[in-house]
């Protein structure tokens, strides 16, 4: 009981010390058990022997029973949370060095539940996205060098906070896409809070983290009784797409009733106002894509001019010169448009003739070109 309110005490004191909130990782630090006998060891970093003087925040030390200078070195058992922070080594004027005190935290299962992983494709890299504003420094490896602790890791750190206080990672890996996996991930994370240091690492193979990009919804081919919709693997996708097979799912919406029906092949009912797609691994049965956003479904003769829109259109392939056609035509609307304009002004009607003709003209938009996803590949240390 004791001990606990001491401890909280302590926290308080901490987090009330803003000199003492780490945005990054220290260059130097020394990771302690809480109120372990075993000594943890602070080494001044320097090649001259002599004599340093050690300074704790910035004031001179009080050697005491549990801080012991032996030569250079800064020997500390049982360590609490007063203890922590900034330890620097001084030879007269000139600082030789900074290390920090930190405590590990033993539970962690916490950090574990806040780490996402996710891979588009089999090449390269994956993002791992960490949700939590509490951490206000995180860094991530892979490797068994990383496990280890090691000074071989290859750490990568977060950069700035995202908007809702978590952190992003791109990590590369060099698994071969094409062969089969029998080597898991190992990743370790640290993350930081007041000045106490989160650790856990976690086993994974690559295809357990994979989530395709949304796919294209290509064309919806009127056939006798059914639509036709074609869809094409997201750019982003590892290719060969004959050999990384995905699997779609598309949902429509019924246009008398509204109701909603999905389907696992490329056919659906012709009497849908509008659909929507997402795909997944069908080997490994991955996680689904995000849906794509609703297309309408255009079916019959009507209005194929529609179509220049295949952002937000889902249409049959076009007949040649068909655009070129709309374009016309819609000069010429838009000239009765003017004329109807004059019209209105003199008799006061409430809505343009081709406003209603042409619902929607002016938001028509181009589709935009797919992103193309590079890969680069990090090199180790
Ligand atoms: C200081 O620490 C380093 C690293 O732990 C060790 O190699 C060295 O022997 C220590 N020096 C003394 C005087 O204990
Ligand atoms: C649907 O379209 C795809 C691609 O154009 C084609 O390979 C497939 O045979 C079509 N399916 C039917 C039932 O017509």
New binding site residues.
Partial sequence: MMNLSLWKFGLLLISLTEANVLHDFPKNFVVAKFNDAEPVTLTCGTNHDGEVKWMFQGFELEIEDNIQQVGQNLSVTYVEIPLLGEYSCWRGDEMLSSTHLLLEVEEKEELDSLITCLAKSYHCSFSCIFSNSEFTAVRVGLGHDCTEGGKLCHWISSGDQNRDGGFQFELSHSLSPYAEESTMLELTAEAIVDLNVHRTTRRFYLRDIVQPDSPQIGTC?E?DLDL?V?IDPPSSWSTPHSFFGLEHEIEYVFKDDGKIGRSLS??VPKSISKLRVRSRDSLVLSTWSEWTPWKNVRTGEENLCKCRNTVKYCCPELPLGLLDRCKKKRKNKNKNKDNAHAHRTLTGYGRSPAAVLFPGAAADMEEAPPSHVKCERVSGP
């Fill in positions: 081919q056939l036709n074609t490329s056919l």
